[in-house]
């Protein structure tokens, strides 16, 4: 079996562990490619390391700077994460590399995101929750590795009632974001729901760690030391 396929075969399990692994191996046999570091760094996002999937798209970027997929990977991490001076850097490349029809695909793509976020906003502003997550699971189609879309949903997924679906979508937002705060604090409430109390106090402490003034982490903690 080639190493593409074993790489397929992993995907299709969830072994993300084993085929970043596999893809590092296949980087250092040839360096040369910058397919297999946009690659690596895909897979490292939704592991939720954003700081190695920066430093691999980077990587790759040296050997081809002109490699579009990984610049606009690179954008999307950027404009997550509000670097707007980074991110400002790529626009300018990709503006370089590809015509201006390309590059207004690429912008379209990009603003139908939003609007499949602001009709989300809308529909669940006025209570049509069901329309609320479709148009949420349609922006994330889009643009999977935003973890603020998977957190929204998540939200969405816990006033509903349906919290092994807000279990699963807080804990994505939290891959591709550890630091995500809020997303802890709510999937610390869940675990507390279900009687985890243990893995509720490592989100909740979690959430300490990144910030030791939140007061709602301070509060949940307390609850359950009387």
């Known amino acids: 079996m080639s190493d593409k396929k074993t790489i397929d075969k992993l995907i299709e399990k969830g072994d993300y562990k084993e085929a970043i692994k596999l893809l590092s191996d296949e980087i ?50 950027y404009l997550e994460q509000n670097n707007y001076s980074d991110g400002l850097e790529h626009i300018k490349k990709i503006h370089e590399i590809t015509s201006s029809d390309e590059f207004r695909s690429l912008v379209s793509k990009m603003d139908s995101c939003k609007d499949y976020t ?3 906003e809308i529909h669940e502003e006025i209570g049509m929750y069901d329309e609320a997550i479709l148009e949420y699971i349609s922006a994330i189609e889009i643009i999977p590795h935003f973890a603020d879309l998977h957190y929204r949903l998540a939200k969405i997924y816990a006033e509903t009632g349906q919290y092994d679906l807000a279990f699963k979508s807080f804990s994505k937002a939290i891959h591709l974001n550890p630091k995500f705060e809020n997303a802890l604090l709510q999937r610390g409430i ?37």
């Open 118 to 120: 602001y009709l989300a």
């Open 28 to 77: 250092k046999k040839h360096p040369e490619y910058p397919d297999l570091y946009n690659k690596l760094a895909i897979f490292l996002l939704i592991k939720g390391k954003v700081n190695e999937a920066i430093k691999i798209l980077k990587s790759g970027l040296k050997i081809n700077p002109d490699y579009l997929d990984a610049r606009l990977n690179l954008l999307l991490i």
């Open 190 to 226: 869940l675990y507390y729901k279900r009687g985890m109390i243990k893995e509720a106090i490592e989100d909740w402490k979690t959430v300490l760690d990144i910030n030791p003034e939140s007061k709602k982490a301070k509060d949940f903690l307390k609850v359950l030391d009387k």
